[in-house]
């Protein structure tokens, strides 16, 4: 029997980043505001994309929540581990992500998630995603991760995990940037959830299924 990979997107897929934002922002001012953090000025600076932007790296392409946090001479373990006492909780994953990962284990899917973002602030959403099943691994990219997986997948005929290329992948993201980027493969089956907070448009590639909600997600594998 072949084997299944699931590859889902974290942020404005899965995971509602931006309600996540926010009262992590919030969080902020209310504990460091002594030392200058305004949740609305903080969040104003993470749109800096300028290469010297506060949290910027990568020359401005990417953002590192911790590095943001170090500017204020806050001590990010501190603020880790603040945030993750206070706003861990059943809230963050959007509707139906739990039952999708349950479908997908359940039909013989490898489930992992793969992101864009600073490995260590990916994580600590991962953290506070309570009821996020467990053992799901996590890769976070520093860069597209359409154009990450693209490579691999031309070199090793499939998406990698642990060591092993899959060649049948079902690939679950809100941005169609990340199907461009990777392109059409054979064993690829590409949807996308349309209409998040971020990157809403739909893809224009024939090939990439569009759904609005992730519990369509499951009837669209039975049929396919």
Known sequence: MDKLLAVLDLDHCIFQSEEFWHDVTDLLEQHYGAAGIAAAKFRAERLDRRPDGPGRVAGGEGYDFFAHLSRYGVDPATAEHAIARALKGDQWLYPSAVELIDYLRDHGYTVVIETTGADRFQRLKIACAANLPGGIPVRAFPENKGEVLRRE????????????????????????????????????????????????????????????????????????
């Open 153 to 224: 997948w031309e070199a090793a005929g499939g998406i990698v995990h642990r060591g092993i290329p899959y060649a049948h992948v079902l690939l679950v993201d809100n941005s169609a940037g990340t199907f461009t980027a990777l392109g059409e493969h054979p064993g690829l089956t590409a949807v996308q959830v349309t209409g998040r907070e971020k990157n809403p448009e739909p893809s224009l590639l024939p090939w990439v299924h569009k759904v609005t909600e992730l519990s369509q997600i499951s009837a669209l594998i039975a049929h396919s």
